[in-house]
Nanobody
Framework: QVQLVESGGGLVQAGGSLRLSCAAS????????MGWFRQAPGKEREFVSA????????YDADSVKGRFTISRDNATNTVYLQMNSLKPEDTAVYYC????????????????????WGQGTQVTVSS
């Protein structure tokens, strides 16, 4: 079983940057898809970005393309989400998650396909 712990959230002004980290432990991640999701108050949890651990292939939501970058570090078993040009609408609790399914859109975009979640980290962007 994989355990995930997020960190790096905080308060930032619009246009600023933050880097979220997700430290994974418990199993090798070579067969996993790692995803970032976010949930704003009163809204459903939505997909942000995902990476296939084995080769680093990524997929991003249209709303964050060109601003957010997902990456992973094999040496430390950590997934990162670099967030630049932040907007007030990016305000949410951000969650890291792990899925064992193939790297296809049905899996990548679907919260039900992820069987392990972190506790979440708050990101607040002020205008």
């Amino acid at each position: 079983q994989v355990q995930l712990v997020e960190s790096g959230g905080g308060l930032v002004q619009a246009g600023g940057s933050l880097r979220l980290s997700c430290a994974a432990s418990g199993r090798t991640l070579s067969s996993y898809t790692m995803g970032w999701f976010r949930q704003a108050p009163g809204k459903e949890r939505e997909f942000v970005s995902a990476i296939r651990w084995s080769d680093g292939i990524t997929y991003d939501a249209d709303s964050v393309k060109g601003r957010f970058t997902i990456s992973r570090d094999n040496a430390t078993n950590t997934v990162y989400l670099q967030m630049n040009s932040l907007k007030p609408e990016d305000t949410a609790v951000y969650y890291c998650a792990a899925a064992r399914g193939p790297f296809v859109l049905f899996v990548v975009l679907n919260t039900l396909q992820y069987d392990t979640w972190g506790q979440g980290t708050q990101v607040t962007v002020s205008s």
